[in-house]
């Protein structure tokens, strides 16, 4: 069941975050989770602004994702 409602969060800057050998400052949101059966086995979310992508690609049969 999904309940929808407002968000609220804190916004922190993170340093020394490594995505693929690079160490970045990341900006992230830090919210309280949903129920712990509304979404099992997915520990967070990271979006393609993070990566600083210029272009996403997904191959959802071979379940990979690229950016660049």
Partial sequence: MLR???????QVR????????AE???TAILM???D?????????YLGPATLQAKRTEFDFDAKVSRWH
């Fill in 32 to 34: 309280d989770g949903p």
């Fill in 4 to 10: 929808w409602g407002v968000l609220r969060g804190t």
């Fill in 24 to 26: 970045v400052v990341s």
């Fill in 14 to 21: 993170l340093p020394g975050v490594r995505i693929v050998n």
């Fill in 36 to 44: 712990d059966d509304a979404l099992p086995g997915v520990d967070g």
